[in-house]
Structure formats: C-alpha cells, structure tokens
Nanobody, 121 residues
C-alpha cells in the first residue's frame, strides 16, 4: 500500500505564511510528479502547483509569486511554502502523488486526506 500524508495546515491571518508538507510512504517505489491541489467549499478541486521528476515546476496563476513548491526526493516529500496568504487561499489542500509500487507496471494517482488552510482577514 501507498500512504500519502499532508501536514502543516492551520489558521493564519492574511499576509501570513504556512508551509505544507506531504510525504509518500509504504510500498511506493517510483514517483513521477508530486502536486498540490486545493478545494474550497462549493468549488472544484484545482491544481495549485506541481513538481515533476525532472525538477520542472508549474503554478496556478493565482499563486505565482506567493507560493513555492519544492521537493526532497530522498524523503519522497513535497513542500508548499505559502507566503502572503489571502482569504481566498482558504481551502483544503490535497497532495497528489503520481507513482507506482514495487510490483506495479504503471503509474497511479495517490491522494492524501487533505489539510485545512484557513486565512482570516
């Protein structure tokens, strides 16, 4: 089995910062991409940032210049540094890992349970 666990969410005031962490563990063998999504109440789940295996990163326009995604391949961990937070950043943030187990022949999306980020005005 593969486990994906997010941490680091919480309540912050507008303009504050948080750093989210996501670690993949268990039977994970090979990871391609790691990404952060978020979903606010009544909204769709949208991509926030993605880190590909070759070091490429991409961001949603709404977070460019404020958020930074980074990755520690040795720890199978991805981070999301969130600065200058705005109330509209309030959402459940989900970690998505594209990877495969030791016995798998193909890659699968693995999702964490999410971590709540609340930004007050």
């Amino acid at each position: 089995q593969v486990q994906v666990a997010e941490s680091g969410g919480g309540l912050v005031q507008a303009g504050g910062s948080l750093r989210l962490s996501c670690a993949a563990s268990g039977s994970i063998f090979s990871i391609n991409a790691m990404a952060w999504y978020r979903q606010a109440p009544g909204k769709t789940r949208d991509l926030v940032a993605v880190s590909s295996s070759g070091g490429r990163v991409n961001y949603a326009d709404s977070v460019k210049g404020r958020f930074t995604i980074s990755r520690d391949n040795a720890k199978n961990t991805v981070y999301l540094q969130m600065n200058s937070l705005k109330p509209e950043d309030t959402a459940v943030y989900y970690c998505n890992v594209v990877g495969r187990t030791y016995s798998s022949s193909y890659y699968t999306n693995y999702w964490g349970q999410g971590t709540q980020v609340t930004v007050s005005s």
